[in-house]
Every structure is written in C-alpha cells, then in structure tokens.
C-alpha cells in the first residue's frame, strides 16, 4: 500500500521559497502515476499547486505557475515542491499526493497527513 | 477557469439519516466529478470518482450521481465516523476544488 509523507520547514519567510519534500514508500514512482501538491489553507478549501509525470513532465495551477517548481530527487523515491516569493497568502496546510486516472479523468487516491507551512517574519 | 459551488455549505444530521449535497459546476464537467470526505485535521480520503463510481474500500451507503453542471452525494444512513467535510474536485482542465459541505451532528 503507497504511503506519502510530507517534510520541510514548519516557517518561512516573507519573499523567501518555500521547500518541502514528499517520501514515497510501498510503490515504485518509476513505475507510473502522477505525484502532486494540494494546499489547504487554514479553515478554507483546498487548492491544487500542480502535479510531475515518472517521466518528468510537470503540470501547474496557472495562478501558482510563475512561481512553482516540482520535481523528483535522483533515487526517484521522493519528489518535491517549490514556491518562491511567498507571501502570508501561502500560509496552508500542504499535502502530497498520488494522482490517478486519465487527463480528464484525475483524481487524487492517496495522500499525505499534510504538513502546515506558515509564512511570518 | 470551472468554478464548483457546493451547497449547503453545512447541514445538520443525525445517525441514520439520509443526507444529500450538491455540487455545480460553472460549465459543462460531463462526468469528471470526484468526492472527497475530510475529517478535522486529516487529509481528505477519495470517496467517488467520474461522479458516481467507488472508489475501492469505500462503503456502499455513498453513493453518486450526476453529469454536465449539476452533481450529487448521498449518504443513504449516516454514521457516527461520517460527520465531515465533503469537497468535490473536478478534472475537466486545471484541477479544481468546491469550499465544502461540512456535516455536523444534530
């Protein structure tokens, strides 16, 4: 059964990146599926930051594109999630998940507990 | 972008109860709806997916339907461990997400 968890910095600083990292266990990312980030603002909705392909190719929330990088570390047995110049509006509960399903079709099967990330000076 | 608009945006129940919530949708979405159920502090759980189909472990008493704007989930008997938020997520172009229905006892 896949797991996923979350790990970074609980804080960040205004106009700094944010970096978190998702650790894969239980399933091979090599062998398929996308792998994306969903954040949770405190008490609000959830949004969807963007997913990578096992190939490497990416998608990305066009409101969050021009600041959003996800990728895979090199033993591919995690991936991670960078947001540059955030702001207080960044602060959320972020959540790693595994992304299933045909392009139309994309529903999010397995996720993280969620780590929260506060953006404060 | 598809806007998803989910109402009530809570409701009380009480166990045994049949409850139903919607979710429309800003535009035609055909049948690429998902449901989500979410209890305080962790993470959502994947209920149905193509708005009516079950995901695996999930009971039987979820139940959905739906297609082109207008979209719905049932729960046929409420049960203690389903007082929650339910969100739904649709996949027609950039992903996308509703505020929520939260589900509280009566």
């Known amino acids: 059964q896949v797991q996923l968890q979350e790990s970074g910095p609980g804080l960040v600083k205004p106009s700094e990146t944010l970096s978190l990292t998702c650790a894969v266990s239980?399933?091979?990312?090599?062998?398929?599926?996308?792998w994306g980030w969903i954040r949770q603002p405190p008490g609000k909705g959830l949004e969807w930051i963007g997913h990578?392909?096992?190939?490497?190719?990416?998608d990305y929330n066009p409101s969050l594109k021009s600041r959003v990088t996800i990728s895979f570390d090199t033993s591919k047995k995690q991936f991670s999630l960078k947001l540059s110049s955030v702001t207080a509006a960044d602060t959320a509960v972020y959540y790693c998940?595994?992304?299933?399903?045909?392009?139309?079709?994309?529903?999010?099967?397995?996720w993280g507990q969620g780590t929260l990330v506060t953006v404060s000076s | 972008d598809i806007q998803l608009t989910q109402s009530p945006s809570s409701l009380s129940a009480s166990v045994g109860d049949r409850v139903t919530f919607t979710c429309r949708a800003s535009?035609?979405?055909?049948?690429?709806l998902n449901w989500y159920q979410q209890k305080p502090g962790k993470a959502p759980k994947l209920l149905i997916y193509g708005a009516s189909s079950l995901h695996s472990g999930v009971p039987s008493r979820f139940s959905g339907s739906g297609s082109g704007t207008d979209f719905t989930l049932t729960i046929s008997s409420l049960q203690p461990e389903d007082f929650a938020s339910y969100f739904c997520?649709?996949?027609?172009?950039?992903?996308?997400f509703g505020q929520g229905t939260k589900v509280e006892l009566k």
């Open positions: 998940a595994r992304v299933t399903g045909a392009p139309e079709t994309r529903r999010f099967d397995s």
């Open positions: 239980g399933f091979s990312i090599s062998s398929g599926y996308y």
């Open positions: 997520q649709q996949s027609h172009g950039t992903l996308g």
């Open positions: 990578i392909y096992h190939s490497g190719g990416t």
């Open positions: 535009q035609s979405i055909a049948r690429y």
